[in-house]
Nanobody, 122 residues
Framework: QVQLVESGGGLVQAGGSLRLSCAAS???????MAWFRQAPGKEREFVAA????????YYADSVKGRFTISRDNARNTVYLQMNSLKPEDTAVYYC????????????????WGQGTQVTVSS
């Protein structure tokens, strides 16, 4: 079992930055971690993913060049640095984990946090 707890969300003006954190407990070794987001009235969408070693990352086109995913396995924590935020980045951001398979769809991930709200004002 894996427990995931996100933090770091909040209200920020367009062009600003936020760093989200996801603290993991339980089994974490070998996990691929990802961030997803869900805006009101929209489906949950993939944002970024990182493999266990941190040597491989993958981003949605909408955030490429603005967001950076990283992880500190010694601290069992995954981060999402979000720069140049836009109003369309407003959503609840979720941390997710998987231990097998491939893919960047929500159903590829088995473990989820409760989410943290990010609101970007124009």
């Amino acid at each position: 079992q894996v427990q995931l707890v996100e933090s770091g969300g909040g209200l920020v003006q367009a062009g600003g930055s936020l760093r989200l954190s996801c603290a993991a407990s339980g089994r974490t070794s070998g996990s691929t971690m990802a961030w997803f987001r869900q805006a009101p009235g929209k489906e949950r969408e993939f944002v970024a993913a990182i493999n266990w070693s941190g040597g491989s990352t993958y981003y949605a086109d909408s955030v490429k060049g603005r967001f950076t995913i990283s992880r500190d396995n010694a601290r069992n924590t995954v981060y999402l640095q979000m720069n140049s935020l836009k109003p369309e980045d407003t959503a609840v951001y979720y941390c997710a984990a998987r231990f097998s398979g491939r893919g960047y769809r929500s159903y590829d991930y088995n473990y989820w946090g409760q989410g943290t709200q990010v609101t970007v004002s124009s």
